[in-house]
């Protein structure tokens, strides 16, 4: 099969298309013809120091939306020809190539109405999002969040899911996306650039700051984020955490979620894993019923991933960028 080989560790941006075999679905697997496959920041990351369970050439892609080819032994809940979507493990083959495996209880079927571009769009960035607010943060209508970044992958899907849960929605964009952010459902967008996203939160709420905090700028970014929240407030983060030992205040109690979608493939627990297909039905089903918008801004040929990752690297992509064969 076809694939977009990174051929060692650090060499992402001279990937190229070359043959690989074609891998065979093991017992509780799906081969998958991959469709469309997103782009996300952990790809390049992932791949600038490599992983010790890496074979190389290796393929990245963690986001892959596509029809079911064949199944492995003890799969009774799809058939060839199954449009579906799933998050890959990291430590595998991953979606940028033609075909992939995936474990089938991690697996979701995609509606008639949702396009495989979209469903594509949704594993990492849109399963983070939830799982920081709901699993962790435990978010309730009525409350306030500030959501770094709310132009990004994860942070366009978070705007989404808490305006619809019923939160106040502050987010941090440059001006030039306040109103697609504030489209989404922000309510108080803040350019980063030019004011202080402490003092315009701690105005904003008379001094008592926002319940809740998404952080997905990096750790230093995450320890500033602290002086935004309420007591008893939570913070979530996955780009780096906060001095959480040295933010203890017992005057001002705090809970700290560390998020690492990713890992759940080596935890070894399958009810986890389970998790994964939660989060894709309940997704899917608001995209497929018009209560959740996917942007994807770019789509671009298999070949041209090295270039699209360059531009996520630079941390200006607004959206999602989604690689189609």
């Known amino acids: 099969m076809k694939a977009l080989l990174l051929e060692e560790a650090g060499k992402w941006r001279e990937m190229e298309i070359g043959e690989v075999d074609t891998p065979a679905p093991q017992k509780g697997e799906l081969l998958v013809r991959i469709h469309a496959a997103g782009l996300n920041p952990v790809d390049y990351k992932s791949a600038e120091n490599g992983i010790p369970a890496w074979e190389y050439p290796h393929v990245l892609g963690l986001d892959a939306a596509g029809t079911v080819e064949s199944t492995g032994e003890d799969v009774t809940d799809f058939e060839p020809g199954d449009p579906v979507m799933f998050l890959q493990d990291m430590t595998s083959r991953g979606a940028f190539a033609e075909f992939a495996t995936a474990k089938a209880h991690t697996a979701v079927k995609i509606p008639y109405n949702v396009v495989y ?42 705007v989404q899911l808490a305006k619809e849960h019923g939160l106040t929605v502050y987010t941090t964009a440059s001006e030039e996306n306040h109103a697609f ?98 989060m894709g039905r309940t997704l899917l089903d608001k995209l497929s019923n018009g209560k959740l918008s996917v942007h994807v801004t770019q789509k671009v040929p298999m070949v041209d991933i090295p270039k699209a990752l360059q531009q996520l690297e630079e941390r200006h992509v607004r959206g999602k960028i989604v690689a189609e064969w």
């Open 117 to 158: 571009a979209d469903a594509a769009a949704l594993p990492v960035a849109a399963f983070t999002a939830y799982q920081a607010l709901f699993h962790r943060m435990r978010v309730a209508p009525g409350e306030s969040i500030l959501i770094h970044a709310g132009a990004g992958g994860v942070g366009s899907f978070a």
């Open 181 to 278: 952010v504030k489209e989404l459902g922000a309510d108080i967008a803040i350019d980063y650039k030019e004011e202080s996203f402490v003092d315009r939160v701690q105005t904003e709420t008379g001094g008592t700051g926002v319940d809740h905090i998404l952080d997905t700028v990096g750790g230093s970014n995450a320890e500033e984020s602290l002086r935004a929240l309420s007591f008893n407030g939570s913070i979530a983060f996955m780009a780096g955490a906060p001095d959480i030992n040295g933010s203890i205040d017992f005057s001002h109690p705090k809970s700290f979620h560390h998020i690492a979608l990713g890992s759940v493939y080596q935890s070894g627990n399958v009810r986890e894993e389970q998790k994964l297909a939660e």
